[in-house]
């Protein structure tokens, strides 16, 4: 059975600072990898999602990079803001697709200014 | 756009009551979800429908009941509800039909405790 881990569980960093957000998986096997972020009492929000053919994706200061065969992935954020503060989700779907993500339990990150 | 939207957004039962979560999408999306948050536990999947007027069982189904209304409109039912049933429930679309192949976009949730 798929399982996914992240640590920290808890991050707090200075405004400015770049900062690496962990997430590893137990089977290789995967279809894609998602981040999300979600703010407190609110729903998910997708940022990047990686195809298990790819090795990175970027969007403005995020860039996710997948490594399938260690069962790793990084969220690299550059040069954090405190609206970056919120809890970072990361979620594997397994096999050939078409199977139920499996979900992280976040690392809530804190930007202090 | 509105999205995903969930009503209502905050909701208390007695155990034994029941009740219907609405989840309606305006992307024209074909496939839908309905997941529940507990701390300490992640998103679990409760049930999906990968195309109009399918439904299948996720991780965790025992309890509920789902129906697929139209293309728009996926709903959760709780037939009788039962403390352990406490927790957030999120729906969610995306665009892919047949599958769970793609982004999804969440809802803002629906806080329900089960007294």
């Known amino acids: 059975k798929q399982e996914v881990t992240q640590i920290p569980a808890a991050l707090s960093v200075p405004e400015g600072e770049n900062l690496v957000l962990n997430c590893s998986f137990t089977?290789?096997?995967?279809?894609?990898l998602q981040w999300f972020r979600q703010d407190p009492g609110k729903g998910l929000t997708s940022l990047l999602l990686?195809?298990?053919?790819?090795r990175e994706q970027t969007s403005g200061r995020l860039n996710a990079s997948l490594d399938k065969s260690s069962g790793r992935s990084t969220l690299y954020i550059a040069a954090s803001q405190p609206g970056d503060s919120a809890t970072y989700l990361c979620?594997?779907?397994?096999?050939?697709?078409?199977?139920?993500?499996?979900f992280g339990k976040g690392t809530r990150l804190s930007v202090i200014a | 756009n509105a999205g995903v939207t969930q009503t209502p957004k905050f909701q208390v039962l007695k155990t034994g009551q029941s009740m219907t979560l609405q989840c309606a999408q305006d992307m024209n999306h074909n496939s839908m979800y309905w997941y529940r948050q507990d701390p300490g536990m992640g998103l679990r999947l409760i049930y999906y429908?990968?195309?109009?007027?399918?439904?299948d069982k996720g991780e965790v189904p025992n309890g509920y009941n789902v129906s697929r209304l139209n293309k728009r409109e996926f709903s959760l039912r709780l037939e009788s509800a039962a403390p352990s049933q406490t927790s957030v429930y999120f729906c969610?679309?995306?665009?892919?039909?047949?599958?769970?192949?793609?982004?999804?976009?969440f809802g803002p949730g629906t806080r329900l405790t089960v007294l």
């Open positions: 969610a679309s995306s665009e892919a039909l047949g599958g769970m192949t793609d982004t999804q976009y």
């Open positions: 089977d290789s096997a995967i279809y894609n």
């Open positions: 990686i195809q298990s053919s790819q």
């Open positions: 429908s990968a195309s109009e007027g399918t439904t």
């Open positions: 979620a594997v779907m397994g096999g050939s697709g078409n199977t139920p993500l499996v």
